[in-house]
């Protein structure tokens, strides 16, 4: 009798064991670091989903809501693990379609957190949503990255399970960090050492800063990854494991030779599925990524070396010769495809052909004519901000890195395609003392010529009060803006960092607005007996610390900010058939006009979808009993479509007896499909 | 009876000689040629070869599939080494495709017949045997399957047919491929079309109706040209603008690769076709290779990148590599020019020579084969070469009216087919007409075998310059305290060094290591002799057992370590791409 109490009760303790370690680790058997994961910190059930979760979780909606959601895999990772893809929609029925990808870069626990809850308010409250389009969601781009969110010790390390030979030796994966000090955090190491170029700052020596000799600092210490010479060669921690960051692995900007962008572009199952499918599914009209950047809080630069983007070339010496060109002059791209037809003969000849042999490279910077749109995307998005009460100074999301999912997104996909972080950290407000000069929003502003103008005492000035470090000067910066290099933004930019180094006792910027807002979110120095090094400290900045908000935060966060995403797929390009008219020219024949309008914001492709010839224009079609097209094609692609009201006019001649009906269909992938019927008859000639 | 008899065996002779001739003409006696020359191989042809020669030569070949392409086709490697003499991976390996462009069809059998020669005078010619023992060969004869083998049983022309069957909406109509050329005539080739027309910008040429040459201001007309046979399908205006495709693969690889708004053919990302991602796998997967040959047509250039101005610079040492080889190649295959790609010719971006050199780190070469010019029908020495413009105007030079002339006496007429009226369901009357498909790219088969023979040797040249590190000592010098010094030397002979400075500089590939062990051996230092004589030396500061150095272009390298110990010490030099070595030494 007691035994098989005993019996029962260690089976239901065990049972219960299963049940918890399987909803709080999932089959990754992770062991998660207290800050993050653990209930107790935060006094509630928050916490991240790793990996297994995100299936676990997915899994679970799928099931629920047959019908409406499926959720697939799409590549399988280096590390083993699966990439899923959950869509939420109207079953079989042609829809446009929104594809949200989520932590590809397996640096922003949060966005994932983000595309989770997506998918459940897309299958509950915001069931409304997925009935007139689909919603293809990746909420983990990244599983090998963010895998190591939820293993101990914790080390700030994104990149996938791929080998690489970081340090070109004879061994592969060999020399990673150690958590020497078993606080299981991958911290920092300081050394004494006259090679030292770093310093405590003054007033909290907790955190670090370079010395900046300009100034008469000596450096003291020596900074370290945490761990020890595994290899021998004289470096710490160059070869740990994995791998290549698939959120950098893109092919728009992508970067031949860094550390973690991989051998090329499209290197790594988890972009490749993601360009695989993206290609696959013309239906996608716009693409979200949830990640660290945030191109609606402030929208790219457009001053980056543009050539596609021109509308003016020069021709090549010796193509001018053969077409009778002249070299030094900008010919209107129209007129070179003109000339070029008529010197080869060839009928077929397109822009695109034309622009390869001008050798003209990629765009860079978003299509200006595409800028109204995002612009007000973007003013929108901060006006919804100022709304939840989420307007609070913070630090601004770093830049898209190269070979970036949404700069793809835009520039080869041709789709609108907006990032949004859910978090940064905090940033004090401060009281700005005027400073002589103009400030760095006033700079921005300026045009190069505008700052140029200002003359190199008031440029010397500037740069001297904006403690640029080494011998600048105004005739190197009057250069770089001359040549294009540098951009008064830029400037701005870099003042504004100097700015706020200054503000923080010469700290890191992220540094100082960390400590601001979790002293515990850096270890404090502690001596160390290293091996190899001798006598170390060992401390800093917590992993993630900067990354991840507290888990008990995050739900607030992204409820309040995920009602922009519905904002913005209300905003899709819409097409209608929007008036027919007809006219009589003589005896059945009839002159048709037809308007297909754009009842959505954004228009249809964008510009820079006309150029990457993406996605595939509206056609339209004319059909009827019997009827004879005269004049005009019986189906016809239009241009592009403006958005919020931009029409295209189609006009036919067609012969048919009075009274028949004709239907005037207009088609899409990603901006849905419209017809009007209308009969021969009217007045006229 | 008897006199038939004889005549047979005459014929039979005569059989063998020309075989022979045309198999290269490098044997004198002996058997029947296992694989000849005198056609070209399609499809299944290829895969029989390739059998054929493993049949013949089990020992030294191996066949297999690397991928399948976009229509289910295997896409075949042959490699050929000597196992005896180790692994694969183990030896410098070349790497040798052709037609990436199925259009580009005599490619392929520059690699068959590279292949065969290789095998078939490994027993007799000593340098072949050599090669073949200390080299391997990776040969991938039919890169683009699909299109190469529809050259042979569609209906084509020797222009059509150069992209992967990979589906694509050129026109951006919504609708895909689905405006190809048509056999109007049924005649098996797809030609060109002309209409009368008294404003068109042709006419007729006074000496040869068949050639049109272009009006001169105020002069009438004849002719309007309508590119390629076929009908507007889709009713859209535009005459065969959506043909199967368009993924050119050598655009699709993965260095500096740009989209199709910037290169056309692109295609979606790098690799997005099946066959290129198979390519590239493979050739990531064999890290011995050290050069490569891709061979298209024509127009007769040994072509290297850049492709573009986006390529990073290419390091003075490894320019000197490619001019040694470019230059003697030059000599091997006469008439061929050395050039490079975006300077000499125009831009291109994701091709497969940068893809080799940018992301690999790898030498190669892109053999346009057959060059235009070499159709002539004039004395030696008469008529003046042609320019750059007549070059690029007519594949390499040959004006069309002597090209007429070299058609109809020459080979008989065979190579054009002249204009013949056609009813066009959309334009009324036309004429169709035109070179037709084994011409202007192709050689006419009796100018196979030279063409054949001089790039198949420019190869084993490039082969023959392969990397042979060999590993010897120079010094084992006696110092104070039971301590020793040992100089090693490692040399390179050839032009190809054991890493190229592209892979050197960005770290692509793992340097050579040379290492000394020995039992009871205490290593006390490691250096690099920069150089000997001024004892300029660059101490190894760590692990100093183990020094990274490569070795260059017809050079050395030489490393010295101090030892603490007596007995003996072995030396290693392991590299990904040379030989390894091994040297004993006593102290």
Redesign the interface.
Known sequence: MKASRLHRTVTALLFCACLVSAAYAGADRDRAPARYHSPGRDRSSARYHSPAEVEDALKRMAKGHRGTAAISSIAETPGGRPVHLLEIGPGDAAVPAILVVANMGGDCPIATEAALRLSELLLGEWADDAKERRWYIVPLGNPDGHRRFFTSPLDECFVNAHPV?DD???ATDEDGPEDLNGDSYITRMRQRHPEGAWLPVADNPVLMKRADAGKGEIGLYRLFTEGIDN????RLNEDGAGGVNPGRNF??G?E??TETGG?????EAES?AI??FA?DHPEIAMVLVFGRTNNLKKVPESSRKAE?AAEKYKVPERMAK?FGLDPETEYPLKELVAIARDVT????LTE??V???L????AVNPDRRDLPYWNEASKRYNVFLEEVGLDGKRLEPPASPPGSIEEWAY??YGTPAFSIDFWTLPVKEKKKESAEGPTPDEIEKMSNEEFIELGSDRIDAIIKASGAPGPFTAEQVIKALESGMITTAKIAGFIRKAEKKEEAGGADETDAALYDFDTNAFVVWEGYDHPTLGEVEIGGKVPYAQLAPPAAAVESLIVRQLPFVRKLAAMLPRIAVERVEVERVAAGVWRVDAWVGNKGFFPYPTYQGE???RP??V?VTIEGKGIEVMEG?????TGLLEGSGGSHKVSWLVRGDEGVTVKISA?S?GAGSDERAVSLKGGGA | MKRIRIYLAVIFIMGVVVTQQLAGGQKHTGSRALLTFDHFYDGPAVIEALETLHRAYPRLTEIGTIGRSEEGRDIWLLTIGNPDTGKDTEKPGIYIDGSIHGNEIQATEVCLYLAWYLLDSYDTVPLVHEIVDSRTFYIVPIVNVDSRARFFTDAGGYNIGRTARVTH?DD???LVDEDDYDDLDGDGEILEMRVRDPFG?WRSHPDDPRVMVRVKPGEKGEWR?L?REGLDN????????DIPGYLDMNRNY???????????GAG?????GKVTKAVADFV?SKPNICFNFAFHNSGGMILRGPG???S?IYPQTDVAVYDFLGKEGEKIVPGYRYLIG?KDM??THGDFDE?MY??LGIYGFVGELFMSSQEQYRKPGEGKEPTE?ERRAYFGGTPPEEKQKFNDIVNQGRMFKSWEKFDHPQFGEVEIGGWRTFTTRIPPLFMMPEMLHRNASLVIFTARHAPVVSLEAVEVKRLDDGLHRVRVRVSNPNAIPSLSSRALQ??????D?LKIEGKGIEIVSGAIVEDPLLERIRPV???PS?I?THVPSFGARMVQWIVRGTGEVKVTY?SVKAKNRTLKLKL
Not at chain 1, 231 to 234: F, V
Not at chain 2, 506 to 511: A, D, E, P
Request: net charge positive.
């Open positions: 030979n070109n030796d004879d290899d021998g060669d004289g092919p728009h992508f031949h030779y051998p090329w572009a499209a290197s490749r360009l695989r290609f596609a053969r003969g060839y009928r077929e695109d052909m622009l390869i042999f050798g003209v490279g990629a520039f080869q150029r990457c010839k595939t224009p056609a094609r019986k189906r016809l692609v088609q992938f | 909406d951006r109509d919504g910008r040209r590119g889709d009713g859209d205006g535009r005459l065969n603008e993965g260095y500096k690769w740009q989209p199709r708004y910037v290169q056309r979606d990302f790098p690799m997005s990531a573009s101005k986006l990073d975006y125009y831009t893809f940018g992301c413009e960005k770290q692509i590939t793992r340097k290591i500061e760590h692990r183990m990274f392991n």
